[in-house]
């Protein structure tokens, strides 16, 4: 295949792949009349996001979402790490069984066992907060994986001298290890961030007040066919709601890139 | 008496250990428990059935629809998914023009909420003014309700799913083929060995370790994505569009039948459970890890 023909399919599996966005962009700038009609000179409006914003409490939502998001990885940054650091350094007689167990944890999804969580978390009377649904994703087993592999490939030299130099376990974790995992916990972090920030079947489930809901179970008012589908509402919607997380990936696209091939994640 | 090792790694496994136990062994016991018991209803608890649940699953259609279905899907969605996701970072490792913009293109959707591309989706699929049945129409055969007829609906969820995840996966396989050695390559060329040579004798075999990892996400996302099922069909029309953890989420919260929904927890643990062995037993061993 010559350059020209990658070329023409690169470029036309990208416009399939935007369009969505795009429509939803041309929905939401436009007044109603114009959702299923082109017209290059239609009047543009502002109105829609207007008529949102006043329908929902994003901003609420916004707070919810943000709150869980730190919460998970921040907690998921700690737990995993002490885990990763202690299957990656500190070997010991079944280990590496414990480690295969931990893996289950990928397999064996918090969603697969809602009906069960749901119950463990109204038995400690944490339904419909923000750590409620946070916490079956806390102990991640793809977090301990790829920690561990970042670990794992920290030369032993590194981990002597600090250890000579008189630190303890967690300072070494902190000086040595840490910093040169860098990368990995940027590329994790940030595909935790998008998992969370999107996360549905769960907070539906375990949340059922304004200020708790986080954007995506928010929004869900919207998707009720019953009442008519308004799709300038609809899109202006979607595109309000993940606004701050495609501006985020916009300006840290290359870095997040890099830090996946850097992270070496494979 | 434990070694200094051991004692370190224990206290540092400790809040993982605690998490874990809570949230994925003890309610995987627990379900497995409970798929043995009735529902409580008031004040009635729960008894005893033997396997009452499971004769009842294999009687009940809409099970046997459901798991159907996600037997489809998953068979769909995971080599659609992978071959497309290897295909675009193939292009994007091929140094064609607007590189990043493309990429960019490409990964999109995967920071997009699944509960609300659909509702962009359900847009497209809108029978006569939706964007597929109105290119449909210019061939004299529009008028389809694409996501309101048993036929199509549960193919429509299908390609948003695979839309949804293509681009995730491609940055995997960027990130593995950019550490491909090109001294690697070029020997290959010098041997004589063509384009497609090269990708079926080198690439690939090295992409292997990622295949894997990639493959296994693709499992889980086949069972656990259903928030587009929620947003646009609720397992309809006629059940066409069931998937196993949707039924899940139906019978334990729309019909608080726990029991029967434990029951059905119990076949999608072991679902993945199987898959999980023949993963890790087979195919592992003929992947080369460094």
């Keep these: ?99 295969m167990l931990v893996l289950v944890q990928m397999m064996v999804m918090p969603e697969v066992l809602l009906v069960r969580n749901y119950a463990t978390i109204s038995q400690i009377g944490l339904l419909d907060t923000i750590p409620a649904i946070a916490l079956p ?61 999107n996360n549905f079947l769960w907070p539906l489930i375990i949340t059922n007040s304004v200020t708790t809901r986080p954007i995506a179970v928010g929004l869900q008012v919207f998707s009720t066919v019953e009442q008519g589908i308004d799709w300038p509402t609809i899109t202006a919607a979607t595109l309000l709601s993940i606004a701050p997380l495609l501006v985020a990936f916009l300006i840290f696209q290359r870095q997040f890139v890099q830090s996946f091939m850097r992270a070496g994640i494979r | 008496m434990m070694s200094r090792n ?31 018991h009735s529902t409580p209803r008031g004040r009635r608890p729960a008894e005893w059935v033997d396997t009452q649940h499971f004769q009842a699953m294999i009687a009940d259609p809409i099970f046997r629809q ?29 140094r064609i023009g607007g590189q990043a913009f493309v990429r960019l293109a490409y990964f999109t959707p995967t920071i997009l909420p699944m509960i609300t591309v659909a509702n962009i989706w359900m847009f497209f699929y809108a029978p006569d003014y939706g964007l597929i049945d109105q290119v449909l129409g210019l061939f004299g055969m529009g008028g389809n309700n694409l996501l309101g007829m048993p036929g199509t609906a549960l193919w429509a969820l299908i390609v948003i799913t695979v839309w949804k995840l293509a681009g ?37 075999p090295l992409l292997m370790p990622t295949t894997l990892f990639i493959l296994i996400n693709a499992v889980i996302e086949a069972f656990r994505l259903v928030d587009h099922v929620i947003a646009l069909t609720r397992g309809g029309p006629n059940n066409s569009t069931q998937l196993l953890l949707h039924y899940i989420y139906q019978v334990a919260f729309s ?6 929904a434990a029951a059905l927890s119990v076949v999608l643990l072991g679902v993945l459970a199987l898959i999980a062995l023949v993963q890790f037993g087979i195919l592992d061993r003929r992947i080369h890890y460094r």
């Design chain 1, 137 to 197: 994703y806390l102990a991640s087993a793809f977090g301990i994986f790829l920690f561990r592999q970042a670990f794992k490939s920290v030369p032993k030299e590194l981990d002597e001298a600090a250890r000579m130099e008189g630190a303890g376990p967690l300072q070494v974790l902190w000086r040595v290890y840490v910093p040169l995992a860098r990368p990995t916990y940027l590329a994790y972090g940030l595909v935790m961030v998008a998992y969370h920030w």
């Design chain 2, 168 to 204: 995730f996966f491609m940055i995997f396989y960027l990130a593995a083929l950019q550490q491909i050695p090109p001294s690697l390559l070029e020997a290959a060329a010098l041997e004589g060995a063509g384009p497609l040579q090269r990708l079926r004798r080198v690439i690939l």
């Design chain 2, 6 to 36: 051991a004692r370190i790694a224990l206290l540092l496994l400790a809040p993982a250990a605690v998490l874990l136990v809570a949230f994925t062994f003890y309610p995987t016991v627990a379900t497995l428990i409970d798929s043995f």
């Design chain 1, 1 to 99: 295949m010559n350059r020209y023909t990658l070329n023409v399919i690169a470029w036309a599996l990208a416009g399939l792949w935007v369009l969505p966005l795009l429509y939803a962009l041309w929905t939401a700038i436009h007044p109603p009349v114009y959702a299923a009609r082109f017209d290059l000179f239609a009047p543009l409006t502002l109105e829609n996001f207007i008529r949102v914003w006043n329908a929902v409490p994003f901003d609420r939502y916004f707070l919810n979402t943000l709150m869980l998001v730190a919460f998970v990885v921040v907690s998921q940054f700690v737990i995993c790490t002490l885990a990763a650091y202690a299957f990656a350094v500190f070997p010991f007689r079944g280990s590496d069984w414990l480690f």
């Design chain 2, 255 to 260: 019909y608080w039948d726990t029991g029967y």
């Design chain 2, 66 to 94: 459901a798991f159907i279905n996600n037997l489809i899907y998953a068979a769909v969605i995971i080599p659609a998914s992978m071959g497309l996701a290897l295909t675009m970072a193939l292009l994007v490792n091929a």
